[in-house]
């Protein structure tokens, strides 16, 4: 199983990227897809998380109202739309599929599959 994640870079704040994840390996058609970052010297904590179907989804407080997470399942993707970036937005981001059906879970132990993470720099 791999998922491998594009996107990420420097962006001034205030602007946008879209990162991109890619699954193979595995079928998660039936699995939720999440979000996640990492900053420097901290535990990696939850962004955001999307149900099997696409039609529900969480969010952490930090990101409501600017990131939008989607997914495609014909593409065996999810995506994480970042609008009105901060400063505090910097950080490691990483994809995560759960390996089990019809839940989506918020927390980094309930996640079974990892990216390699793509770095986000947000700058003033």
């Known amino acids: 199983v791999q998922l491998v994640e594009s996107g990420g870079g420097a962006v001034q704040a205030g602007g946008s990227l879209r990162l991109v994840c890619t699954t193979s390996?595995?079928?998660?058609?039936?699995?939720?897809l999440g979000w996640f970052r990492q900053f420097p010297g901290k535990e990696r904590e939850f962004v955001a998380a999307i149900g099997w179907s696409g039609r529900t989804t969480r969010l952490a407080d930090s990101v409501q109202g600017r990131f939008t997470i989607s997914r495609d399942n014909s593409k065996k993707s999810v995506y994480l739309q970042m609008n009105s970036l901060k400063l505090e937005d910097t950080a490691v981001y990483y994809c995560?599929?759960?390996?089990?059906?019809?839940?989506?879970?918020?927390?980094?132990?309930?996640?079974?599959?990892w990216g390699q993470g793509t770095s986000v720099t947000v700058s003033s």
């Open positions: 995560a599929a759960d390996g089990d059906h019809f839940r989506l879970p918020m927390e980094v132990s309930q996640y079974d599959y």
């Open positions: 390996g595995g079928d998660f058609t039936l699995d939720a």
